[in-house]
Nanobody, 127 residues
Framework: QVQLVESGGGLVQAGGSLRLSCVAS????????MGWFRQAPGKEREFVAA????????YYADSVKGRFTISRDNSKNTVYLQMNSLKPEDTGVYYC????????????????????WGQGTQVTVSS
């Protein structure tokens, strides 16, 4: 069974930075694309970023491009999301995700994505 545990959320002022971490267990981490999603109050969960298994290919939602950076350390079974220049609209619960079968980083952004989810970590950006 795949388990994903996020950490690193918190309260930050607009313009500030946070780094989220997600530790994965239960399968060969290095063989799978990993991603981050978020859900704001009253809204549907949305794709944020994904990184391919080979640590070379990344894909971002337009709303975070240039501000967020996804990375991974396969030796630690960990994926990170560095968030800079945070805005109040970035507020929400951030979820780490892993696909149930091999897929691409871009494919994780599709509404058809199915996979495993962490419990989420709250990010609040004050204005």
């Amino acid at each position: 069974q795949v388990q994903l545990v996020e950490s690193g959320g918190g309260l930050v002022q607009a313009g500030g930075s946070l780094r989220l971490s997600c530790v994965a267990s239960g399968r060969t981490f290095s063989s799978y694309t990993m991603g981050w999603f978020r859900q704001a109050p009253g809204k549907e969960r949305e794709f944020v970023a994904a990184i391919g298994w080979s640590v070379g290919y990344t894909y971002y939602a337009d709303s975070v491009k240039g501000r967020f950076t996804i990375s991974r350390d396969n030796s630690k079974n960990t994926v990170y999301l560095q968030m800079n220049s945070l805005k109040p609209e970035d507020t929400g619960v951030y979820y780490c995700a892993a696909p149930s079968s091999p897929t691409t980083a871009q494919a994780m952004s599709l509404k058809t994505f199915r996979g495993y989810w962490g419990q989420g970590t709250q990010v609040t950006v004050s204005s």
